[in-house]
């Protein structure tokens, strides 16, 4: 049972030689969270303005809880599609207090008890007669939140609404948002552009790439098992090499050396591959089968962002991201010798 459905969409604005979003099929389950998720430009916005009705496809249909909204013949214009949208801005009224925004155009008989509940939901009782410019960044995202949920809404669509939030808070605000959406019982999609919003928050990415899609699966899929390069470097880090599918069909053979992957029994032996080593896959060990200098490291709290150049058998260098253990003692300049852990590494189809 999906809530949401597009069919085949492109949309190209008017003067544009390029469509913002070509050809594009979607579908969301009910009561889960989707992120679309890709650089600036990709076509998110355009559909998700698509989806609310604030623009039309020139091919292709959209249907919100089994019934169409957009096709060739059929137009539902935005206030009827049932719903619910957060700008990014979030875009509340200033000379409303918390309450009327909230209640904003909700006409139904049991206005109060439904405004008081979502206020509730959103933990913002006790704050009903406060206008917005008397609260902080995190509230007015609750209120706004609010505000999409109050008429019961088939779909909520929220654009960038943590990109105003400073770094604690929008953590925080990940887990609030989630759990209010699903308490809610709605059907989301997010717009984002920070892939740690998208694997924080979602149980499906969408990651779009020019206005067409380049993978769609859970998180986790997302991020260990990138189906190209594109999803490779832009959801987290990695390091991108060529390789051979090794004849145990266990690795692959690449000019840092023969790298352990669990996937490579998905190809042929000596079949050319792309491998994706995450930053995480680099293990220091003084008998590691690999060694390489340390040319850059910052420390983070958490860990060393390094990169390792490793000189490779033909005399050139390989440049390695990697992320290591606070507790160790590193610089610049030191010699390291590692291996690379397989859980970290996938493997690419070559194309
Ligand atoms: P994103 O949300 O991923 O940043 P958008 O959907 O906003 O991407 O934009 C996709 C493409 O469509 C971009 O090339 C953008 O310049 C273009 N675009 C967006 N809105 C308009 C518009 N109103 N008129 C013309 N071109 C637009």
Redesign the pocket.
Known sequence: MFDIELKNITKT????E?S??KNLSLTVKKGSIVT?L????????????LIAGF?RAEEGSIELAGKTVSDKNIWIPPEKRGVGMVFQDYALFPHLNVFKNVGFGYKGKDRAERVMEVIRLVNLKGYEKRYPHELSGGQQQRVALARALTRRPVVVLL?EPFSNLDADLRVHMRFEVKRIISEAGATAIF?S?DQRDALAISDKIVV?NK?VIEQQGTPKEIYQSPSNKFVASFVGQSNILEGKINEDNKSVLTDLGIIPSYSAYNYKAGEKVYISIRPGSLEIDRNGQMNGLIKELTYSGEFFDIVVEVTLGNGTCQHLIAHIPPEEVVKVGDSLNFNILSQYVSIIKYH
């Open positions: 604005y008017s003067g544009s390029e913002a979003v679309l890709g650089p600036s430009g990709c076509g998110k916005s355009t559909t998700l303005r623009e654009d717009v552009h779009m206005g």
